[in-house]
């Protein structure tokens, strides 16, 4: 709000609430305790429905954050969690201020990460006002490792037939490194294999420059990032098959053919689907 008053000179006519609120993407009765603020420290002066500004914005008008807040990448993370316990179920209207204190976040922060976790089908905005949970279900399983197969097939089919100058090969050679050494720490250092499997997906993905599809990997690395933690049984085995079918997918795609692989990261992907049903069954989701 103090940013948009920046824009204006003195005297001027604010905007509507209705705009204002669709501007700042939040509701209507945040947008009116933000005016009622900035009116108790005499920067505008309400008149019915009318707002004018009566002086430009200070540093000192705004809000001071809250050191224990966390980061943007970190809500992502725990709001995500939240979710795959699976403690709350599909269809529970969400309390943004309720949440916005038990996640460490300013609740304009937590409107703004929902209104873009919307567009991934996870929640949806109340007819009303506010926000309800769709949850993480077998049928969004399955649809998820649907879209993941169709991006990452495209994305190693690109890689495969870049120059070798390329700057994604130094990445990816530094990642083939890290899977090799993890191999030989497989016995009491497997649990290390999640955050790289992150890290090798989103390096595939970045290759093929399309901001849409690195949008999605977030919410995808997530989720089958947290996978990991649903079902223990297996996982040294797991984590070990899936280590080297990342290095036959880089093999593959060092060696320049597409369709190997394309063969190579169907392959495990489909290992990864099958890895992320067994672990809703235990939760008798599917």
């Known amino acids: 709000m103090l940013d948009l008053l920046a824009g204006l000179a003195p005297g001027a006519l604010l905007p509507p609430e209705t705009h204002l609120s669709d501007v700042l993407g939040v509701s209507r009765t945040v947008v009116r305790a933000a005016l009622k603020?900035?009116?108790?420290?005499?920067l505008i002066r309400i008149t019915g429905h009318q707002k004018h500004l009566i002086r430009p914005p200070l540093p000192d008008d705004a809000l001071a954050e809250r050191a224990d807040y966390i980061t943007l990448a970190a809500?992502?993370?725990?709001?995500?969690?939240?979710?795959?316990?699976?403690?709350?179920?599909?269809?529970?209207?969400?309390?943004?201020?309720?949440?916005?204190k038990e996640f460490s976040v300013p609740p304009h922060l937590l409107q703004e990460f929902l209104a873009g976790l919307g567009q991934f089908g996870l929640v949806e905005r109340r007819p009303l006002g506010g926000w309800r949970l769709l949850g993480f279900t077998a049928d969004y399983a399955l649809e998820l490792t649907?879209?993941?197969?169709?991006?990452?097939?495209?994305?190693?089919?690109?890689?495969a037939c870049l120059p070798p100058e390329h700057p994604v090969w130094a990445d990816l050679c530094a990642l083939e490194a890290r899977h090799l050494d993890l191999l030989t720490r497989m016995d009491f250092?497997?649990?290390?294999?999640?955050?790289?499997?992150?890290?090798?997906?989103?390096?595939?993905?970045?290759?093929?420059?399309?901001?849409?599809?690195?949008?999605?990997?977030k919410v995808i690395s997530l989720i089958f990032h947290y996978h990991y933690q649903w079902d223990k049984q297996l996982d040294r085995q797991r984590n070990e098959a899936a280590t080297r079918e990342h290095l036959a997918i880089l093999a593959a795609m060092r060696s320049g053919d597409a369709n190997a692989a394309e063969g190579a990261i169907r392959a495990h992907l489909l290992t990864s689907r099958e890895t992320l049903l067994g672990s809703l069954r235990g939760h008798q989701l599917v």
């Open 189 to 217: 250092d497997y649990r290390a294999f999640p955050p790289l499997d992150g890290a090798f997906h989103a390096c595939l993905n970045r290759a093929v420059q399309n901001r849409f599809v690195l949008d999605f990997q």
């Open 37 to 42: 603020r900035l009116a108790g420290r005499g």
């Open 75 to 100: 809500l992502e993370e725990r709001f995500l969690a939240w979710i795959l316990r699976f403690d709350v179920p599909a269809g529970t209207a969400l309390n943004v201020a309720q949440l916005a």
């Open 146 to 159: 649907d879209f993941r197969t169709l991006i990452e097939v495209n994305a190693v089919r690109t890689v």
